[in-house]
């Protein structure tokens, strides 16, 4: 039996510092590649901290994209969940990891509800 969904836990290390340190960009990044991977965008919350890094989540009729930055150590935890088989984490990992420019990704991939 399939799973309901897929939980893909990302661990982007190395990362391009002002990206993740913008949040318009962060944003424009996690839009994009939800729309990249034919997500159905809902709606999307990003917050800037003082003095720096972001938070924020794309809520897709799939489910949620979900990111927090640590510009100060080139790091980014991405948590991507989707429900149903039609759209391909992996497909987002690809793009961000290209986006965030990470050297360095840890992937966990967790099926969801059997």
Not at 17 to 35: C, D, E, F, P, V
Request: hydrophobic share 40%.
């Amino acid at each position: 039996m399939n799973p309901l969904g897929r939980h893909l836990l990302l661990d982007f290390y190395d990362c391009r510092t002002h990206t993740l340190s913008n949040a318009r960009l962060t944003k424009k990044i996690m839009t994009s590649a939800a729309k990249f991977s034919k997500a159905h965008i809902v709606d999307v919350v990003f917050h800037t901290y003082n003095p720096h890094g972001v938070s924020g989540v794309v809520i897709i009729r799939e489910s949620h994209l979900a990111i927090h930055t640590w510009p100060e150590h080139a790091f980014a935890s991405v948590d991507i969940f989707t429900c149903g088989q039609q759209i391909n984490p992996q497909k987002i990992q690809q793009y961000l990891q290209k986006h965030f420019q990470a050297k360095k990704v840890k992937a966990t991939i967790i099926p969801r509800g059997f």
